[in-house]
């Protein structure tokens, strides 16, 4: 896949936070684009921040969702993760190739200015507050999407939330007809189902 289609998608991937996955998964496809993240390769001979650094390296666009700041229960520490990631793809675009200068990404928290209790070094960036509604973050995906690639027509956000929940509806059925486990999908389980779901119920465009 080009250069110019891949997503990077940096965000939790436990299960409170799978419908938010899923959504940003559909909305991406959605728009025509292809979605990248650290569980597209189980490869125990590769060093996870090298796989993190390549799948970045190679996405023109990043979808970060810096919201996961809770403490774990065992530790009594924040998991950073995701705002390491951020780190890594904004020190991409500022000191790479020119192709890396090109990144462009939107930048997810669950209210747009609690960031700054965490990470004030962000001001100055636009934050997008999703408030860990599904579809607040398909419209910001979609919208981003769309100055992203201006020349490319692409359903409203309303559209795109109107399928979603179709899709969703319909999980259970698509995963059966797979011979898929619709409560245990992996990320590309999760990516074939949305593909046959966009294929038989979107119109190709031109």
């Known amino acids: 896949m080009a250069h110019g289609e891949s997503v990077f998608l940096n965000c939790p991937f436990d299960r409170a936070y799978q419908p938010l996955f899923r959504a940003a998964v559909f909305a991406v496809q959605d728009c025509g684009m292809v979605v990248r993240c650290a569980l597209e390769r189980?490869?125990?001979?590769?060093?996870r921040i090298n796989k993190?650094?390549?799948?970045?390296?190679e996405s023109s666009f990043g979808i970060h969702d810096i919201s996961r700041t809770e403490l774990d229960a065992a530790t009594g520490l924040p998991r950073f993760n995701m705002p390491l990631e951020l780190g890594l793809f904004l020190g991409a675009k500022q000191f790479g190739s020119p192709?890396?200068?090109?990144?462009?990404?939107?930048?997810?928290?669950?209210?747009?200015?609690?960031?700054?209790?965490?990470c004030s070094d962000l001001a100055g960036h636009d934050i997008r507050a999703h408030g860990c509604d599904e579809g607040d973050l398909i419209r910001g995906i979609r919208d981003a999407a769309r100055t992203w690639r201006p020349e490319r027509q692409l359903p409203s956000a309303r559209v795109i939330l109107d399928r979603y929940q179709?899709?969703?509806?319909?999980?259970?059925?698509?995963?059966?007809?797979?011979?898929?486990d619709a409560d245990d999908l992996t990320f590309f389980?999760?990516?074939l189902l949305v593909g046959t779901w966009l294929a038989e119920n979107v119109p190709a465009t031109s």
Not at 52 to 57: G, N
Request: aromatic share 10%; with cysteine; proline share 2%.
């Open 99 to 118: 192709r890396q200068r090109a990144k462009q990404c939107i930048i997810f928290d669950r209210d747009r200015y609690r960031y700054q209790a965490y």
């Open 189 to 191: 389980d999760l990516l």
């Open 166 to 180: 179709r899709f969703v509806a319909t999980v259970p059925a698509l995963a059966s007809r797979a011979q898929l």
């Open 52 to 57: 993190i650094r390549r799948i970045i390296e």
């Open 42 to 47: 189980d490869d125990g001979s590769e060093v």
